[in-house]
């Protein structure tokens, strides 16, 4: 009777450590991802804002386009050799090559999206001081 008693207290203080050790975890990764939200900034939600247009996210056009790294050359390198191959003229699918196009206006607008973020703003030019 006493052995069911501690075996009860064992696991309530068990649950009770485990379900601490969780509602820690679960505050962490909420602050984590606040702050890399934060971090993202202006960049996100445009990037967010062209993946409503286009019905694609970047992860989704980098796969269509097997790009691992943005760059404009590989993207009009590989964006070539897809049109070309999915060409209904040479047996290609006409749905595929439409995917491929999508595919690269959302990249093409990633990279102006970056090209934005990496030129200083007016505001900023401003508050430079000049020597």
Same mark, same amino acid.
Do not use: C, W
């Given at each position: 009777?006493?052995?069911?008693?501690? !075996?009860? &207290?064992?696991?309530?203080m068990g649950a009770q450590v485990v379900?601490?050790?969780?509602?820690?975890a679960l505050r962490q990764e909420y602050?984590?991802? $606040?702050?890399?939200?934060?971090?993202?900034?202006?960049?996100? $939600? $445009?990037?967010? #804002?062209?993946?409503? @247009?286009?019905?694609?996210? @970047? %992860?989704? #056009? %980098? +796969?269509? !386009?097997?790009?691992?790294?943005?760059? *404009?050359?590989? @993207? &009009?390198?590989?964006?070539?050799? !897809?049109?070309?191959?999915?060409?209904? #003229?040479?047996?290609?699918?006409?749905? !595929? +090559?439409?995917?491929?196009?999508?595919?690269?206006?959302?990249?093409?607008?990633? @990279?102006?999206? $970056?090209?934005?973020?990496?030129?200083?703003? *007016?505001? +900023?030019? +401003? &508050? =430079? *001081?000049? =020597?």
């Amino acid at each position: 009777m006493l052995t069911a008693k501690y !075996l009860a &207290q064992i696991i309530v203080m068990g649950a009770q450590v485990v379900g601490r050790a969780f509602a820690r975890a679960l505050r962490q990764e909420y602050a984590a991802s $606040q702050a890399a939200a934060e971090a993202r900034g202006r960049a996100g $939600q $445009q990037s967010a #804002a062209a993946s409503s @247009l286009t019905g694609m996210t @970047l %992860q989704e #056009a %980098q +796969q269509i !386009l097997n790009i691992a790294t943005l760059t *404009p050359e590989e @993207l &009009q390198k590989n964006y070539e050799h !897809l049109f070309k191959v999915n060409d209904k #003229a040479v047996g290609g699918s006409f749905y !595929l +090559q439409s995917k491929v196009v999508r595919a690269k206006e959302r990249l093409d607008e990633e @990279l102006s999206i $970056q090209t934005q973020d990496s030129k200083p703003s *007016p505001e +900023q030019k +401003q &508050q =430079t *001081p000049e =020597t």
